[in-house]
């Protein structure tokens, strides 16, 4: 009686299969790791779409003098801190990543964005702690916000306070204060800037200037206001929402001349490294 045999892979053969495995995880993975990026980007840009919402209607209410928010009436976004009493100047300025102003001052103000969790980017660890509150004192009052929504996170990876900046003034430095963006000084802006030439003269309007950016922190090399890659989104670019409540995304080699329309900045902020 004959014995059966039973055939088997070779070696070679199973080095081909090997061999095969592996360049379909090399084509693969960088394919999947995109499409992350991508969802992330999206998801964040709808966080953006919702903050844009809300400045709108908050800026109603301001102009309407129906906020307690200090600024210029119709301003964008608000602030306690002042040099001045029309709510401009560097101090306020320096406050203006506040975002209590929209998801509101307990007892005091209007709430425009209620769910914590669309002030922080899903490409970061951040996180807004509803339970964790800090108070302001102003004309007498005392005010209680949340603390994570007073500053922002430094980076992607601190898992306390929000992941946006807000880009409530312009950063002219020729005069002894920053300018308020309201719903009427955004119509129409003559950008100013030294460092950027090409875009000094030409006029900005709702659709060119920033309200709300993903955080961009400096993190030596790379500048204050520009993309790196301890931000939400890398070296890619940012997400931003402008002066009319449009909300996109702006690729890294495109970021300079368009932060340089939005801010009419004279400093080096805000350029791409190197």
């Not at 969802?39 to 109603?60: D, E, T």
């Not at 875009?199 to 950016?213: A, K, Q």
């Not at 400096?218 to 301890?230: D, F, G, K, S, W």
Request: hydrophobic share 35%; proline share 4%.
């Amino acid at each position: 009686m004959r014995s059966k045999v039973t055939k088997a892979f070779t070696l070679v053969e199973m080095l081909v299969v090997i061999a095969c495995i592996g360049i379909l995880v090399v084509l693969i993975l960088p394919a999947s790791a995109k499409t992350k990026s991508s969802s992330l980007k999206f998801a964040c840009l709808n966080n953006c779409k919702q903050m844009g919402f809300g400045q709108q209607m908050f800026a109603a209410d301001h102009a309407a003098g129906k906020s307690v928010y200090l600024g210029p009436l119709g301003s964008l976004t608000g602030t306690f801190l002042s040099t001045s009493t029309n709510g401009n100047g560097t101090t306020s300025q320096q406050a203006d990543d506040d975002l209590n102003w929209l998801h509101g001052i307990q007892g005091n103000s209007n709430a425009y964005v209620t769910t914590l969790q669309t002030f922080v980017c899903p490409a970061t660890i951040n996180n807004v702690r509803g339970n964790v509150t800090t108070t302001t004192v102003y004309n007498n009052t005392v005010f209680k916000t949340l603390l994570d929504l007073t500053s922002k996170a430094v980076d992607k990876y601190h898992t306390t306070g929000h992941s946006y900046e807000v880009f409530g003034f312009w950063r002219t430095y020729n005069l002894p204060y920053f300018p308020r963006k309201t719903l009427t000084s955004v119509q129409h802006h003559t950008n100013s800037s030294t460092a950027n030439l090409k875009i000094r003269g030409t006029i900005s309007g709702p659709s060119d200037i920033f309200t709300i950016v993903d955080e961009l922190e400096v993190h030596t090399p790379y500048r204050e206001n520009a993309p790196n890659p301890y931000a939400a989104h890398g070296l890619e670019g940012a997400n931003v929402v402008c002066a009319d409540a449009h909300c996109e995304f702006i690729a890294t080699k495109n970021w300079y001349d368009r932060y340089s329309m939005s801010e009419d900045d004279s400093s080096s902020q805000g350029k791409p490294y190197p």
